[in-house]
């Protein structure tokens, strides 16, 4: 058949055959031209009728398109996304054969995808020769500017990860610098999807006197929930912990990464995170719904068997401890690896910790800064957003009930069947801006 060849850089032509000189002692290239990639669904199901021989056209609408046939009709999945479109083209089969290897494909679906893997980095200390990149990050004191360690060799038999280039002892060729930090997107519509089961869990120290005096004890708000049967009493599964004592930190809270990584260890060795697709780490001045959360999580899309933990807050890092959600596989990693993190001081609050981390050991995220409202993060507003899934932080009992009420019936006061009994109302006032007071 007639086939395109190239005459010089400007021009080329169909032609049955080429000669390098044609009949008017001209010159050709002769190489040979293919035929435009299709760039769209319909164009790359007639490449395969085209072609006669081709059993199978999947088109790519990524980068603008990409078109792949086979002489084979494949039944087997091996990924799915909604950039990819798959077309059987056998038309020497018969109809029945056609259903049959249709109704194998269907059978795999939704179809879950393969784990990505997971990048192995170093720490500082270790030799980074063979990975060639690093986990350490260092920040400043607001957390808006993080650096990533680089790995640098310093001799044939060692490369360390470091913040600074080093000193002319050392080679200094730069080998790689931080992880790759991985956000994964939503799953498409022929992909399986991770469940919405939370196990929810607090950790209360009983004992504890109240940070401020004018706040309330973790213990009262504990009792409070669990007397109105709100925030994590009403997720598939629950757990409270018992906190331990830590030092009171300058802004009031208890300074807690140590403990946490005690608790962890207790929720593991429980086990019965292992019984549902979410643990959600829930603070108890932090007023949680729930069934707000697994909203967002339908909407999220997330993969099925996903590592991942959600970034839940436009603040910083992206990343604030009144509410933590993982993933089930998430937590199996986080369980088996969080030990490798544990080096030296630990600065920053636990928040921070867990999520350098989840980063360092190979979890990914997903983006849902509508998660959580958090007056730590300058958003000291009413409760009234239907959207928001846990509003931080409420120290009193009553400005928890308050906060509660306002989500659940627009009202601080109880004017619906949901709402919580409150002795008295006051009116929110917007916080002052040139002094500190106490946060109702």
Not at 13 to 29: F, G, H, I, P, Q
Not at 247 to 271: C, Y
């Amino acid at each position: 058949g007639m086939q395109c060849y190239e005459k010089n850089d400007a021009w080329a032509a169909c032609k049955d055959s080429c000669d390098v000189v044609d009949n008017l002692n001209e010159s050709w290239t002769c190489r040979q031209i293919p035929a435009p990639e299709p760039h769209t669904d319909a164009q790359c199901q007639e490449r395969c009728r085209q072609l006669g021989t081709c059993a199978l056209a999947i088109f790519d609408s990524s980068a603008g398109g990409m078109c792949t046939v086979s002489s084979q009709p494949h039944h087997e999945v091996v990924w799915a996304a909604d950039n990819f479109n798959s077309h059987i083209c056998a038309e020497n089969s018969s109809a029945a054969e056609m259903e049959a290897l249709v109704g194998k494909i269907r059978q795999q679906l939704p179809f879950t995808n393969a784990h990505i893997e997971i990048q192995n980095c170093s720490w500082a200390g270790e030799d980074c020769s063979n990975t060639k990149c690093c986990n350490d990050l260092a920040c400043d004191v607001n957390f808006e500017n993080c650096q990533a360690y680089t790995c640098f060799r310093k001799s044939p038999y060692f490369s360390g990860c470091r913040l600074d280039a080093p000193n002319s002892s050392w080679d200094g060729t730069p080998l790689g610098s931080g992880r790759t930090i991985r956000s994964i997107p939503p799953a498409g519509s022929q992909v399986a999807l991770q469940g919405t089961s939370l196990y929810c869990f607090s950790v209360v120290n009983w004992k504890a006197p109240a940070p401020q005096p004018f706040w309330s004890t973790e213990a009262e708000l504990a009792e409070n929930i669990k007397k109105n049967g709100v925030g994590i009493m009403q997720c598939d599964g629950h757990d409270w912990f018992d906190g331990v004592p830590t030092p009171k930190a300058a802004w009031g809270s208890f300074s807690n990464i140590d403990a946490f990584l005690e608790i962890w260890r207790n929720v593991g060795d429980k086990g019965t995170w292992r019984k549902h697709d979410y643990t959600v780490k829930v603070d108890a001045d932090a007023v949680f719904f729930p069934a707000r959360l697994k909203q967002h999580i339908e909407k999220l899309h997330v993969p099925r068997h996903s590592r991942v933990y959600f970034e839940n807050i436009d603040y910083r890092f992206n990343f604030m401890g009144a509410l933590e959600v993982l993933s089930n596989g998430a937590v199996a990693l986080y369980l088996a690896r969080s030990h490798e993190c544990v080096r030296g001081k630990h600065e920053g609050g636990e928040d921070f910790f867990m999520k350098r981390c989840m980063d360092a050991i190979g979890i990914d995220h997903m983006v849902d800064h509508e998660l959580l409202h958090d007056r730590y993060a300058a958003q000291d507003n009413p409760c009234t957003d239907g959207w928001i899934t846990a509003y931080h932080f409420h120290k009193k009992v009553i400005s928890w009930n308050w906060c509660y009420n306002e989500a659940v019936c627009g009202t601080r006061a109880k004017t619906c069947d949901g709402g919580i009994e409150v002795p008295f109302v006051m009116p929110w006032t917007p916080p002052p801006t040139t002094t500190t007071t106490a946060l109702q």
